[in-house]
């Protein structure tokens, strides 16, 4: 049964930090590209910052973030873990969202259920 289950949302002040966590269980995890999105109220979901996994022929690793949080954000993983974690720092208040974890491989797309970030001003 495949799972991912996130951690580390809450409620935090403009320019603080965060790290979200994403515990994967039921699938090969070290060869999943795995990605962070967010949902705020009344938008549709983004694509905060994806790593990818490993290959056939090279290591995964590699990250790429939207611009609105590159230089902030950091996405990493510990594949021995089957965890994917996200550092947030210099939150924003429009970084406030529901953040979801997906891991996409072959024809497979997995979702979890989502952690809120607030981020007052």
């Known amino acids: 049964q495949v799972q991912l289950v996130e951690s580390g949302g809450g409620l935090v002040q403009a320019g603080g930090s965060l790290r979200l966590s994403c515990a994967a269980s039921?699938?090969?995890?070290?060869?999943?590209?795995m990605k962070w999105y967010r949902q705020a109220p009344g938008k549709e979901r983004e694509l905060v910052a994806s790593?990818?996994?490993?290959?056939?022929?090279?290591?995964?690793?590699?990250?790429q973030y939207a611009g609105s949080v590159k230089g902030r954000f950091a996405i990493s993983r510990d594949n021995p873990k089957n965890t994917v974690y996200l550092q947030m720092n210099s939150l924003k208040p429009e970084d406030t969202a529901v953040y979801f974890c997906?891991?996409?491989?072959?024809?497979?797309?997995?979702w979890g259920r989502g952690t809120q970030v607030t981020v007052s001003s």
């Open positions: 790593i990818t996994g490993d290959g056939v022929i090279s290591d995964g690793g590699s990250t």
């Open positions: 039921g699938f090969t995890f070290s060869a999943y590209a």
């Open positions: 997906n891991a996409r491989a072959f024809a497979n797309n997995y």
